[in-house]
């Protein structure tokens, strides 16, 4: 994260089973590094003298890898456990655009078993599977009101009801990586990620139910009403191509990713330090644009550095992502009566921290 994500044609170390699983064949040893990630978000929406902000919370971001590589063998092992994809947003229940979305919450840990071989002095290859478990969960205030009078009754000024969706499942990927090194200071790293297709079964719940809407005959038959549901998340497939030169101490890296939705013992202390950028464009049409996913382009500014000494190493890093203010104007909300237009404002900072540690 130090170097913003650019590793694909570095990945000298555990986490290369995330970032270039052809790179393990450089990692010698037996290794495991175990880290976490806290995200601090900030994010303001405004339209005129209408102001709301996200719930204050810092969602921790964990991963786990551990590699190993026979001495004198071309093969090498490794397995990871990591969220790629993940999301929390929880808007004030009583906010504008509460019948759009209250909270979204979207718990998606990877479980990646990975093989490399080294084909030769220059050129390594590398993939594996992806196991990936979901827990979804998304909430909305219910118009109580509104539904009353849609069946027929008065405005009694009910209180909101609510609804919660909720469900998990899983599902299968892969990913397969190129590590090609013609000298000591140049590498080439290549990755690609399958799309991973995860189905979800669940519940929805709503509730809050009175006079008309609870009515047996023309409502839901009480002050709540349950169902079963289903559906699919699709994480979107990604290739990765890295350039990094290696000169003394300097290493330089360059990664552009396109996405169809995106080891030497010391006795001595060792520190170094790490500097990255990135620029991510928005994915989101401004037409389907919700609170929910609040998506727009971001400029990053990555600074980190390691620790180490004899066989431990602790990486420390550091991330302030600025997104660019999503001026909105859409049709999202208009069937339950409220906007999402206006001006939304998000910046996000991530501390980061991972210990290793190599037998």
Avoid: C
Wanted: aromatic share 12%; no cysteine.
């Amino acid at each position: 994260m130090g170097m913003g994500n650019a590793f694909v044609a570095v990945a000298d170390d555990p986490s290369a089973v995330f970032f270039n699983p052809a790179g393990l064949t450089n990692v010698d040893g037996t290794n495991f590094s175990i880290g976490f990630a806290p995200h601090i978000p900030s994010l303001e929406y405004e339209n005129g003298p209408v102001k709301s902000k996200v719930a204050n919370y810092t969602p921790v971001v964990p991963n786990l890898y551990v590699t190993t590589r026979l001495a004198d063998s071309p093969w090498a092992f490794g397995f990871g456990v990591y969220t790629h994809f993940g999301l929390k947003v929880v808007w004030p229940f009583d906010g504008p655009f509460n019948y759009v979305t209250t909270e979204s919450d979207l718990i998606l840990p990877h479980f990646n078993p990975t093989v490399s071989y080294k084909v030769n002095d220059k050129l390594s290859v590398g993939g594996g599977l992806v196991y990936a478990m979901a827990s979804a969960e998304l909430k909305s205030a219910l118009p109580i009101d509104g539904i009353n009078i849609a069946l027929g009754g008065a405005a009694t000024g009910a209180a909101d009801g609510e609804q919660i969706m909720d469900g998990d499942g899983d599902g299968f990927g892969a990913t397969a990586s190129v590590m090609y090194r013609p000298n000591e200071n140049h590498s080439v790293g290549l990755t690609w990620r399958s799309d991973l297709k995860v189905d979800i079964k669940g519940d929805v719940l709503a509730k809050g139910f009175v006079n008309e809407s609870a009515s047996p005959i023309i409502g839901f038959g009480g002050p709540s009403y349950s169902t079963k549901i289903e559906t699919a998340v699709t994480l979107p497939p990604s290739v990765i191509l890295g350039y990094a030169y290696r000169k003394g101490k300097l290493t330089w890296a360059l990664d552009g990713e396109w996405m169809g939705f995106s080891s030497y013992r010391s006795t001595e202390v060792d520190l170094q330090t790490r500097m990255g950028y990135t620029y991510y464009p928005n994915m989101s049409p401004e037409a389907n644009w919700d609170p929910s996913v609040p998506d727009s382009s971001s400029n990053g500014l990555h600074i980190g550095g390691t620790w180490a000494r004899k066989s431990f190493s602790l990486d420390l890093s550091y991330s302030y992502l600025n997104f660019k203010k999503a001026r909105i104007n859409n049709t999202v909300g208009n069937s339950v009566g409220v906007t999402v237009n206006g001006t939304y404002d998000v910046t996000v900072q991530i501390i980061s921290m991972n210990l290793n540690y190599r037998i």
